[in-house]
């Protein structure tokens, strides 16, 4: 078992600020209702989560790709990530997956193929099953 841990601070009511950091110091980021809600400088959760799950999700297809033989130059994944603010409390509604490959040797059909199973299994993804809506919205080959 691995234990990986991300710690945050907050300082003050809900107009206060705090920080976020990770077991690693790679990250240690502000954030606040203003960065959550209005687009102010400084993170959020729905924006961490959205990296976490591009990350895994790049990693994992770029494994099962490798496992297959496949030669992977480069895989970019952006995992948007869907925030409804409309109700009385705020609730994350999609995820939407878009991933673009360089991948010798593989038609579209294939690499889309990989995308969908990528998305499906990769452990960000098991973990973000209560989201109502995740999809992969494009899968592409350069």
């Not at 790679?26 to 959020?44: C, L």
């Not at 990530?81 to 991933?99: N, R």
Request: hydrophobic share 35%; charged share 25%; aromatic share 4%.
């Amino acid at each position: 078992m691995i234990n990986q841990r991300g710690t945050a601070v907050w300082n003050g009511d809900i107009k206060g600020s705090g920080e976020i950091t990770t077991q690693s110091g790679t990250v240690k980021a502000p954030y606040s209702t203003g960065a959550r809600f209005k687009g102010e400088k400084g993170t959020n959760p729905e924006e961490l989560i959205g990296a976490a799950h591009a990350g895994c999700f790049t990693m994992f297809l770029t494994s099962i790709l490798t496992k297959d033989g496949k030669q992977v130059k480069q895989i970019k994944t952006e995992s948007k990530v869907t925030l409804d603010t409309s109700g009385e409390v705020p609730k994350v509604v999609k995820i939407s997956l878009s991933t673009e490959g360089e991948v010798a040797g593989l038609s579209p059909e294939e690499f889309q193929q990989y995308a969908e199973k990528a998305k499906e299994n990769c452990p960000m993804s098991q973990l973000l099953k209560a989201v109502p809506e995740m999809e992969l919205a494009a899968a592409k080959l350069k």
